[in-house]
């Protein structure tokens, strides 16, 4: 990009006006009675006022750089000299001009209280320069260290030398944010910059952070936002230990598919979800120039991971943590370690022995601590947390199946009357037919405590009896498969499942069994196991 620049000096006499211009050998002058006033000369040296005068250097370039001095040029005598005086020259002032390189020019859009993520591109022989961040005409922020996040205030920054590049992280954005900033390399001469102009919007009608569940071995979908004005490429990226969102790594993203629900929603699904998938996600879109990458981050999704087992199965807990954080005591909780409700199942320095269903393994060179326990039972079900000192993992989401299934066959067009026996009198009773139980509880649920009646499902309560009882009235065909009646207090989810077979047309004997009261069948129990 070329510009004009303007260089106004101040003096108190009325002499010949001189700018020099030190460049090795020899110097090169300007003066007034030299200066063409004609717009399209390189420089341009007016001097029509008593106290001052002006140059202007039009299409500023590299080759403009150097240490200007001014001054006035006389014979001695208050008059301006004469073209056959012997003069001499007094400096007034000495400037260095600095021209910098602008390597192109982006508007960048982010939202209220979200997030950005900037990525800028330098040719490939400044790769080991050092970059910096500057915002407005405030001073260069350096990134003083190389392959490391480095933060400046609410700033992070990366500069990566394999690719070449200069991460930029700002979270929490407010309208302060808004601004100018150059995204720069320091070179031989001075340096290179992207000039980037960042709006954020305050309008902020994306959703709000969610909340989601994953059985690990399935597929999980995150609903995501995203500007609809812009011809975008979707974005989904998970936040490290920093809390940096980094985009995800190749040999992962072939687990992630992209798919369109609604204008300005789409669908990021993961499928064979695992232990390395728990953490904060977050969606925006992605936008490219051709030095520039910027990403607006516009929602976010916590991910926590669900493992279903059955009575006396085993489970092994997996906790990584921090490098930093191999000589210190691990811990594993069910309910979030070193608060009051907590529990503490196991610590890293404890002998296992003194249960010998519970056993653990840290392995330093690994950074992983791994709890396996055996032979669970229904009181076993809970979030489990992780936790190094006050550094915390995901908490992981146990539910148990009992023993005890059910199996039940009925009519079509008749009723049937299933009776689920609870523990807890505080507890959420729940029932739902899906084959995944953590679908089935979040978005499957027929009848509830909160819920008693959906459709041709009812639910009452026997709070005295330890029971509650769900009616299907109507049954039809398709209504044959698989429920779950569950129990769910702080967490923790205890489920038994029911096989319900449907057949057939009810005869007149279903009909009378179904109304008549002494000879109703009595339906059959969800019994869950006491506490």
């Known amino acids: ?43 341009n040296l007016t001097d029509r006022e008593k106290d001052h005068f002006t140059v202007t250097i039009r299409n500023i370039s590299a080759e403009e750089r150097g240490v200007y001095l001014c001054g006035v040029e006389r014979d001695g005598s208050d008059d301006r000299p004469s073209k056959t005086s012997i003069t001499h020259i007094t400096f007034i002032k000495e400037i260095e001009l600095n021209v910098s390189s602008q390597i192109s020019s982006v508007q960048v859009e982010a939202y209220i209280s979200k997030a950005v993520f900037i990525t800028c591109k330098f040719p490939q022989e400044f790769i080991e320069n050092k970059k910096f961040i500057q915002k407005d005409s405030s001073e260069k922020i350096p990134v003083d ?53 960042l709006k954020i919007n305050q309008a902020d009608h994306f959703h709000a952070s969610n909340e989601s569940a994953a059985v690990i071995g399935e597929r999980v979908k995150l609903s995501c936002s995203y500007p609809e004005k812009h011809e975008t490429i979707k974005h989904i990226c998970k936040e490290n ?57 516009t929602n976010n999704h916590q991910l926590t991971l669900t493992m279903i087992r059955r009575e006396g199965d085993s489970v092994e807990i997996k906790c990584p943590y921090d490098e930093n954080h191999t000589k210190e005591i691990k811990h594993l909780c069910k309910g979030k370690c070193f608060t009051p409700d907590a529990q503490n199942i196991i610590r890293s320095d404890e002998d296992y022995v003194k249960n010998p269903k519970i056993s653990v393994k840290d392995d330093t060179a690994l950074n992983l601590f791994t709890v396996t326990m055996t032979d669970l039972r229904a009181e076993d079900a809970g979030k489990y947390w992780c936790a190094v000192k006050d550094a915390f993992n995901l908490p992981i989401e146990l539910m148990i199946i009992t023993k005890d299934a059910v199996t039940h066959e009925a009519s079509v067009g008749g009723s049937a009357s299933i009776s689920c026996k609870h523990i807890r009198n505080q507890a959420q009773r729940l029932f739902c037919r899906r084959d995944q139980l953590n679908i089935c509880v979040r978005d499957g649920v027929h009848v509830s405590s909160n819920n008693r009646t959906n459709g041709r499902f009812s639910l009452t309560e026997e709070t005295s009896a330890g029971v509650f009882t769900v009616k299907i009235s109507n049954l039809r065909a398709e209504d044959s498969g698989k429920y779950w009646c569950a129990e769910e207090s702080s967490g ?33 129990f969800c019994q869950l196991p006491e506490a």
């Open 241 to 297: 230990n920093e809390k940096i969102c980094q985009s995800i790594s190749s040999s992962e993203k072939q687990r992630f598919e992209f798919s369109d629900s609604t204008a300005g929603v789409f669908t990021a699904s993961i499928s064979n979800v695992s232990l390395r998938d728990a953490g904060v996600y977050w969606c925006g879109a992605e936008t490219r120039d051709t030095y520039l990458t910027s990403v607006s981050l």
């Open 145 to 197: 260290e190389q392959n490391r996040w480095v933060r400046h205030d609410k700033v992070l920054m990366y500069d990566d030398t394999s690719e070449g590049v200069l991460k930029v992280f700002i979270r929490d954005l407010t309208a302060a944010d808004e601004g100018t900033y150059r995204c720069g390399v320091n070179t031989a001469d001075d340096h290179l910059f992207t000039e980037i102009t």
């Open 492 to 524: 923790s989810l205890i489920f038994t499942e029911v096989q319900l077979h449907v057949t057939g047309e009810m005869t007149t004997s279903d009909t009378k069994r179904e109304t008549s009261p002494e000879k109703e069948k009595p339906g059959f």
């Open 1 to 43: 990009m070329r510009a004009a620049i303007t260089i106004t000096f101040f003096f108190t006499l009325c002499l010949m006006s001189v700018f020099y211009r030190v460049k090795g050998d020899p110097v090169l002058v300007l003066n007034s009675s030299q200066s063409s006033q004609s717009s399209e000369e390189k420089f």
